[in-house]
């Protein structure tokens, strides 16, 4: 069994797992040259040879514990019927809707996201049996944010502008895409995907009444129905920027792990955060651009806060395009030189 399966299962192992958001990416060589393959983004994603080579990139080079499925949150929009553009310098583009008609599921479109899956899943059973293999989606109210929106927004206070105009229109959207969220994710499960993340990248957003409400009880309707069909999965949730409401949503949305960003102190999350959810993080992207000695300082000293409980090492957010291989190299060198053990005997 993957390391890190056991340590969301509760287990005390003497290395911490790791593995990193967007560890298959742009910061790349290997990555760079097969995207260069295809001539969209999108099209990309929905190649599943293609999307299996670049999920299995990263464990050719770093010791890392897990693979994600290389593909995007705005896939399920896409497989909606909203037309979706990918834009280096602009980011993503979206054509904005004002409510749920004319949204029909292609499930052609998700199924290529499935094949990748039963793909990497076969591979990896045979090239990296001990590794894990992980599914995810966008959260509803981050992919809604993105449909209402159009392209990314510091603040979405246009999303929530609309929401409070068009507040059945919005509950509508949060309602379908929670639904499809949930059966996109039971599918990853039936492809092969031992492991869900579930990102919502614009928690930040949303004043606290709102967090409830878009936020807290969507995740934990996906949770709910994903378990309800295939057992105990193990499930994490990332709730970026939600601050000292990251403790009442991993608490309410019954998820088993809940990943840090980087503006929380881990010495805080160890003192508050439920003994029966595991934590993840939380280094800051940035810090990979500084030397070894910076990246191995800041990196003990989560390891240090989590010595004696389950841990899951990350990243605060994603590997950034230009981040140099070296220090992400060095940083996996440094958690896989850590053995909890020896903090937990003395």
């Known amino acids: 069994m993957s390391i890190i399966i056991e340590t969301m299962r509760g287990t005390k192992t003497k290395e911490v797992p790791v593995w990193i958001m967007r560890q298959a990416g742009r910061y790349l060589p290997e990555y760079r040259k097969l995207r260069a393959t295809l001539p969209s983004f999108m099209e990309f994603c929905l190649n599943p040879e293609a999307v299996s080579e670049a999920t299995i990139q990263p464990l050719k080079r ?17 497989a909606l019927g909203i037309n979706v553009e990918f834009h280096d310098k602009e980011g993503p583009q979206l054509e904005r809707i004002q409510g749920i008609k004319g949204l029909r599921t292609d499930s052609r479109i998700l199924g290529k996201v499935n094949s990748a899956l039963k793909i990497t899943r076969e591979k990896m059973q045979k090239e990296f049996p001990n590794k894990a293999l992980m599914g995810f989606a966008g959260a509803p109210w981050t992919v809604a944010c993105y449909m209402v929106e159009g392209k990314r927004s510091r603040d979405f206070t246009n999303v929530r502008k609309f929401y409070y105009s068009n507040k059945q229109d919005f509950k509508d959207i949060i309602s379908i895409l929670t639904e499809e ?120 000293k989560i390891l240090d806060t989590f010595s004696d409980r389950p841990f899951i090492f990350n990243l605060g957010h994603g590997v950034l395009p230009e981040t140099p291989v070296e220090s992400v190299e060095h940083l996996v060198r440094v958690i896989k030189n850590y053995k909890k053990c020896s903090k937990i005997n003395k």
């Open 62 to 78: 770093f010791n890392l514990d897990a693979a994600i499925i290389f593909s995007d949150i705005l896939v399920l929009p896409y």
């Open 181 to 300: 969220t949930a059966r996109h994710l039971i599918n990853q499960v039936k492809s092969g995907a031992q492991i869900i993340k579930i990102f919502d990248s614009w928690a930040g957003t949303l004043t606290p009444d709102l967090f409830e409400k878009f936020v807290i009880e969507p995740t934990r309707k996906i949770v709910q129905a994903i378990k309800s069909e295939v057992g105990e999965i193990p499930i994490i949730g990332f709730a970026k920027g939600a601050g000292f409401m990251t403790f009442e949503y991993a608490k309410m949305t019954e998820i088993n792990c809940v990943a840090i960003d980087q503006t929380m102190k881990m010495s805080w999350v160890r003192e508050n955060l439920s003994q029966d959810i595991i934590p993840q993080g939380n280094l800051d992207n940035a810090l990979l651009f500084s030397g070894k000695s910076d990246i191995e300082e800041e990196t003990m």
